[in-house]
């Protein structure tokens, strides 16, 4: 089947825009999770839905990142107010359930000018 | 808090031989898994490996198979007869079962490099 999905592949934005990515999980996954990775870095945590309530939003960095999950389904991660050092790959990942293995989608690169 | 520490930056190994990467974690929890992904050049993340802490038996998938020390609380990766499709970054990574985010910690990752 297919798996996690991710757009845009790339997005370019200029500093103080907003920006919204979006995540498709597989189908069937419950669990929907979000993290950030620098380059030559692992990924970070972010947030985790578990179904459609945000059940750890600890790793937002700070209130210009927010995300949701309105129907169980499709997630879409929000950073207001772009600036430079949110450039880096937003990657989401999904599983059957909490504690099941998570996999993960091609990523979202984010360049902020 | 959690933490996971791949001390290998880079590795190199010759094609067909075989290879080990370390990783070592810290945590006081008793119930968890370990994870090895592999993020080749194209930069997708792709399940490798896991292991379940309560499971003595070492997890083994085809060419991959993993040496886990509860006690030192070590989950080296090995790969045997190497291939060149084996080049990437390889990230350890560790899910605590009594976090209710299930969320994985990462380490920074080993880049190998399969040489013909």
């Known amino acids: 089947g297919a798996g996690v999905s991710q757009s845009p592949r790339y997005k370019v934005t200029k500093r103080g825009q907003d920006v919204a990515l979006r995540c498709d999980p597989i189908s069937g996954h419950v669990s929907l999770y979000w993290y950030r990775q620098a380059l030559g870095q692992g990924p970070e945590f972010l947030t985790y839905f578990n179904y459609e309530a945000q059940q750890d939003k600890s790793g937002l960095p700070n209130d210009r990142f927010s995300a949701e999950r309105p129907e169980g389904s499709i997630s879409t991660l929000t950073i207001q107010r772009t600036e430079q050092r949110d450039s880096a790959m937003y990657r989401c990942?999904?599983?059957?359930?909490?504690?099941?293995?998570?996999?993960f989608g091609p990523g979202t690169r984010l360049t902020v000018l | 808090a959690q933490t996971v520490t791949q001390s290998q930056p880079e590795m190199s190994v010759q094609e067909a031989e075989t290879v080990t990467l370390s990783c070592t974690y810290d945590?006081?929890?008793?119930?968890?898994?370990l994870f090895w992904y592999k993020q080749p050049p194209s930069r997708q993340m792709i399940l490798v490996i896991r292991q379940e802490a309560y499971k003595q038996q070492n997890a083994t998938e085809n060419r991959f198979s993993v040496n886990f020390q509860k006690a030192a609380k070590s989950f080296s990766l090995k790969i045997s007869d190497s291939q060149l499709g084996d080049t990437a970054m390889y990230f350890c990574?560790?899910?605590?079962?009594?976090?209710?985010?299930?969320?994985?910690?990462f380490g920074s990752g080993t880049r190998l490099l399969v040489r013909p």
């Open positions: 945590t006081s929890e008793n119930n968890y898994y």
């Open positions: 990574a560790f899910m605590t079962l009594g976090d209710s985010s299930y969320k994985l910690i």
């Open positions: 990942a999904s599983s059957l359930a909490g504690g099941s293995t998570q996999y």
